[in-house]
Every structure is written in C-alpha cells, then in structure tokens.
C-alpha cells in the first residue's frame, strides 16, 4: 500500500507539474469534500453472506449506499477549455457487533475505501466573470481496498481530522484485507461561483470499466467456512454517483 500510494502521489504531482507548465493564468488548486451514494455488488453480496454465516450478530453488516470523500487538484481552463487532475478518496464504513454461543465477542469496523486519480476533459457552456458551467469526462484510475480496524468511530475521526482520507490509512490498528484494481470512467457538471478564489460545485457520475471481484476479500473474512456461492456472485461494478464542493483558489 506504501508503494501503490506513493506512486498516486508522482503522478499527481507529475501532473501539477504538467498543468502550470500548459497555462499560466488560468490554473487552479481545488481543496473539496465529496457525498453521495453508489453501487458496490460485490461488497454487498460479501457482507450479506458474513451476515449469514453469523447469525448471533446483533448489529449486521449493512454495505450503505452513503458515501463520503476529501479530493484535491489542480484545474487547469482557457476560455472553453477545462482540464483537471484530481487525487480523490470515496469511502463507506460497516460496523458489526456480537456474541456467539461460545462467549467470544466480536466488535469490529470494516472500510471498504475508493482512491483514485482522475484525468478529466471537458468545455465550458457559460463562461462569465464570476459565474462558470461546463461538463466534463475522462479517465479514473482506481484502486478499492477492504480495511478492518478495532477503532471506534470517535477515535477515527479524530485520526482523519489531519490525514487525507485518500492517501493514509484510518490508523494504526487498521489492517488491509485486499486491494483491487481497475480503469473507470467519469463525467461531472462543474459549476464555479467566484473569480480567482471560487466555491465550485460538481455534481458526477463514476463507473467502472469492468465488474471487480471481491472473492478473495471472502477468503480473508470467512476463512474457515466454505462459500455456497460462486466466485462470480462476489463481482460486481464499482459506480458511484454524488456531489463534490470544492474551494478552488488560483494559482
């Protein structure tokens, strides 16, 4: 996970590095937090069967469709032209509590956590001086992780209050279960409401390119109980869709 964060980072930073050298007065840093919703198959289907497979739990695993991120990026835009780089984090959390008949208590929080870095392309429709309305589309490139951790939900906010929910891990007591990759594309509506410093508001929709299968995060939650289902029921895309505000300050 170091290395696979680091190499996000080079490529952001490529990127900043990209975008002031193409345009010198119209670039941007963008500082946004992300809400919204999705549809992650595989994940539910995963905790629908650790559901299941515990039926002594008295709070289930329940994959919910909110989800919730901080971004950062540079915009880079002439007078129709919009380009933007962003490093962008989705996450959503599952929280399960019980005691089974043998007297072992289980109180545990899984994050199912979506990073990625986005290249995006698109033209402005209104373009005034202190009102701007585009759309936008291009490239995601995307990693999905399952994480587990012993923290309670004060602890981990008070963790994330100074880390970028993109880049770190929730905290010391977490542990990954497994990483998935894949391509994914997105398109947004930005709209800008200021001059050189602006609120942006972006609402998006983000698909990926084929369904990712969580087969193996199974194997890691239920390691001693052989699934009923097959490896297919585990797959499934990773779309989400939501609402990105954004402080975006020219550089």
């Given at each position: 996970m170091k290395i696979q964060r680091t190499l996000l980072g080079f490529v952001f930073f490529l990127a900043v590095i990209s975008a002031r050298a193409q345009v010198n007065d119209g670039a941007s840093l963008n500082i946004g937090f992300a809400?919204?919703?999705?549809?992650?198959?595989?994940?539910?289907?995963?905790?629908?069967?650790?559901?299941?497979?515990?039926?002594?739990?008295?709070?289930?695993?329940?994959?919910?469709?909110?989800?919730?991120?901080?971004?950062?990026?540079?915009?880079?835009?002439?007078?129709?032209?919009?380009?933007?780089?962003?490093?962008?984090?989705?996450?959503?959390?599952?929280?399960?509590?019980?005691?089974?008949?043998?007297?072992?208590?289980?109180?545990?929080?899984?994050?199912?956590?979506?990073?990625?870095?986005?290249?995006?392309m698109g033209t402005y429709l209104v373009n005034s001086e202190k009102f701007r309305f585009g759309i936008i589309g291009g490239l995601t490139i995307n990693s999905v992780v399952l994480r587990s951790t012993t923290e309670?939900?004060?602890?981990?906010?008070?963790?994330?209050?100074?880390?970028?929910?993109?880049?770190?891990?929730?905290?010391?007591?977490?542990?990954?279960?497994?990483?998935?990759?894949y391509l994914g594309g997105k398109v947004a509506l930005p709209i800008a409401i200021g001059q050189s410093k602006a609120i942006c508001i972006e609402p998006f929709y983000a698909l990926s390119f084929w369904?990712?299968?969580?087969?193996?995060?199974r194997e890691s939650l239920n390691p001693n109980n052989p699934s009923t289902y097959s490896k297919d029921y585990f797959k499934g895309g990773i779309n989400s869709w939501g609402v990105r505000a954004s402080f975006c300050f020219g550089l």
């Open positions: 809400i919204g919703s999705g549809e992650w198959t595989g994940y539910k289907n995963l905790f629908s069967e650790f559901n299941e497979l515990r039926p002594w739990l008295t709070q289930k695993a329940d994959v919910i469709p909110r989800r919730y991120g901080a971004s950062i990026g540079i915009g880079v835009s002439s007078e129709r032209l919009i380009l933007q780089y962003n490093l962008s984090g989705f996450k959503t959390n599952v929280h399960v509590e019980g005691t089974d008949s043998a007297g072992n208590t289980l109180d545990l929080s899984y994050i199912i956590k979506n990073r990625g870095f986005e290249l995006m309670s939900a004060a602890e981990r906010a008070a963790a994330t209050a100074w880390r970028m929910l993109f880049l770190i891990p929730f905290g010391q007591t977490t542990s990954g279960i497994q990483d998935h990759f369904k990712v299968s969580v087969a193996d995060d």
